[in-house]
T-cell receptor, first 114, second 113 residues
């Protein structure tokens, strides 16, 4: 398995533009998570899905953020409109439910909003 | 907050020495995990210890859990330059353990050659 795949690796966009981050979880994993990492706040859980259904989105900072998981092999996180304070590294992770032994993280998307 | 907190924030040791990092948390947990993050990369799962376990080993890693003190420690023995990274503890609260983990701010470990 290629692991959790995120795209793009880097994204530079202008304030006000829409940004879409993509994630392909490990096949067979029941859970998918979106985290954001900044120096100031560390790793923050934004939202997570179980069997493609959003379970907890209380970490989504504002209505400008939305996430979908249309099928078991794909999720996206959208920011519209983007702001400079959204600049961070966004990670996607997936895990099993049964026999849980930890998360597998993707390599992240470094987002810079100028 | 249910967030785990690592201590120290930064640690610098000589290659070959042992490195010990600590994690404290505030509420009851189902499991506690340690992850490593190399600069510019994603987190890598190292080890998971469940609330009914007290100690676990994996290669050069030893993790302990004291639920009465709400703390855990990660020991890396015979450190190598490749162990230079940030180490995070993460706590899980639900029965199955897979629901959203809460991460600490991490310990930045530097191994001097």
């Amino acid at each position: 398995d290629a692991g959790v795949i995120q795209s793009p690796r880097h994204e530079v966009t202008e304030m006000g533009q829409e940004v879409t981050l993509r994630c392909k979880p490990i096949s067979g994993h029941d859970y998918l998570f979106w985290y954001r990492q900044t120096m100031m706040r560390g790793l923050e859980l934004l939202i997570y899905f179980n069997n493609n259904v959003p379970i907890d989105d209380s970490g989504m900072p504002e209505d400008r953020f939305s996430a979908k998981m249309p099928n078991a092999s794909f999720s996206n996180l959208k920011i519209q409109p983007s702001e400079p304070r959204d600049s961070a590294v966004y990670f996607c992770a997936s895990s099993l439910a049964y026999g849980f032994e930890g998360y597998t993280f993707g390599s992240g998307t470094r987002l810079t909003v100028v | 907050s249910q967030q785990g907190e690592e201590d120290p924030q930064a640690l610098s040791i000589q290659e070959g020495e042992n490195a010990t990092m600590n994690c404290s948390y505030k509420t009851s947990i189902n499991n506690l995990q340690w992850y490593r993050q190399n600069s510019g990369r994603g987190l890598v799962h190292l080890i998971l210890i469940r609330s009914n376990e007290r100690e676990k080993h994996s290669g050069r890693l030893r993790v302990t859990l004291d639920t009465s003190k709400k703390s855990s420690s990660l020991l890396i023995t015979a450190s190598r330059a490749a162990d230079t990274a940030s180490y995070f503890c993460a706590t899980g609260y639900s029965g199955g353990g897979a629901d959203g983990l809460t991460f600490g701010k991490g310990t930045h470990l530097i191994i001097q050659p």
